[in-house]
């Protein structure tokens, strides 16, 4: 399963709309990220290099702009609450402080957007593992195995797939029109996960062992309930940066018209 938030080519979509000041007044984009004509008969291939071009800018952040790096990138909470404490994982489950590690190895595979519009979908994967590092609370059941605890996590997940996509509408300030983000979706596919739970039953390290033994051995039922929550935080997350940074860059600067 893989993470959060991420990947550094979702990013790169979003940091395509970086200003060099944070002002009201109209922003440039950088010389490094390459912009795409509306006029462009491959309007879609250049978006697909420019945003796949930009993740090895966005690695280290780019102090000038005032824009942190995305290698480790903050993630929203994930919380899961079982109202049905009959089914097989009824846990709640409860991750914070998370950073998300590796996102900047993620690959464009496609873009679709139509010229002029207010919506773009983009599928994007990252091949390599991502590891989400942070804090957690438990407390349920798995199977017939009570649960409990709280302290230091990590995640691991490898094998990400998303199709995401975001629209909005113009928005005129100062005679300029900018894109009003008013929406954000993702919807993932993972591969394997691995987890790792400190201080488990108070630190009881041989229960604690065997529990994270027991969720990774049967870690497909987790992931039925982690799917969800994770697409919200992901969406979350980047919505939260689009809304931003969309904000700062006109509409035809981004995407010049010819």
Same mark, same amino acid.
């Given at each position: 399963?893989?993470?959060?938030?991420?990947?550094?080519?979702?990013?790169?979509?979003?940091?395509?709309?970086?200003?060099?000041?944070?002002?009201?007044?109209?922003?440039?984009?950088?010389?490094?990220?390459?912009?795409?004509?509306?006029?462009?008969?491959?309007?879609?291939?250049?978006?697909?290099?420019?945003?796949?071009?930009?993740?090895?800018?966005?690695?280290?952040?780019?102090?000038?702009?005032?824009?942190?790096?995305?290698?480790?990138?903050?993630?929203?909470?994930?919380?899961?609450?079982?109202?049905? &404490?009959?089914?097989?994982?009824? @846990?709640?489950?409860?991750? %914070? =402080? +998370?950073?998300?590690?590796?996102?900047?190895? $993620?690959?464009?595979?496609?873009?679709?957007?139509?010229?002029?519009?207010?919506?773009?979908?983009?599928?994007?994967?990252?091949?390599?593992?991502?590891?989400?590092?942070?804090?957690?609370?438990?407390?349920?059941?798995?199977?017939?195995?009570?649960?409990?605890?709280?302290?230091?996590?990590?995640?691991?997940?490898?094998?990400?797939?998303?199709?995401?996509?975001?629209?909005?509408?113009?928005?005129?300030?100062?005679?300029?029109?900018?894109?009003?983000?008013?929406?954000?979706?993702? &919807?993932?596919?993972?591969?394997? @996960?691995?987890?790792?739970? %400190? =201080? +488990?039953?108070?630190?009881?390290?041989?229960? $604690?062992?065997?529990?994270?033994?027991?969720?990774?051995?049967?870690?497909?039922?987790?992931?039925?309930?982690?799917?969800?929550?994770?697409?919200?935080?992901?969406?979350?997350?980047?919505?939260?940066?689009?809304?931003?940074?969309?904000?700062?860059?006109?509409?035809?600067?981004?995407?010049?018209?010819?």
């Amino acid at each position: 399963m893989s993470s959060a938030s991420a990947t550094a080519a979702v990013s790169a979509m979003l940091l395509l709309l970086l200003t060099t000041h944070a002002s009201a007044a109209p922003g440039k984009l950088p010389s490094s990220f390459k912009t795409c004509k509306q006029n462009d008969p491959d309007f879609n291939g250049c978006l697909k290099q420019a945003m796949q071009s930009a993740a090895p800018l966005l690695k280290k952040g780019i102090p000038s702009l005032g824009v942190p790096s995305i290698d480790p990138m903050p993630f929203a909470a994930i919380k899961i609450q079982q109202e049905n &404490k009959q089914k097989p994982v009824a @846990v709640d489950l409860e991750f %914070d =402080n +998370l950073l998300v590690y590796e996102m900047s190895r $993620g690959f464009v595979d496609s873009v679709e957007m139509v010229p002029g519009s207010y919506r773009m979908k983009a599928h994007l994967r990252v091949d390599d593992p991502m590891y989400m590092i942070g804090t957690y609370k438990v407390d349920g059941n798995v199977l017939v195995l009570p649960i409990k605890g709280n302290g230091a996590c990590n995640l691991t997940i490898v094998g990400f797939e998303a199709d995401m996509e975001m629209w909005g509408e113009p928005l005129e300030r100062d005679g300029e029109v900018y894109w009003d983000i008013k929406n954000f979706t993702v &919807k993932m596919e993972v591969g394997k @996960v691995h987890i790792q739970l %400190d =201080n +488990l039953f108070n630190g009881d390290k041989v229960l $604690g062992d065997n529990m994270n033994k027991f969720l990774n051995e049967n870690m497909d039922l987790l992931v039925q309930d982690l799917k969800a929550p994770i697409e919200l935080a992901l969406a979350a997350t980047h919505m939260d940066v689009a809304k931003r940074l969309f904000s700062k860059v006109p509409y035809n600067s981004v995407f010049p018209p010819s």
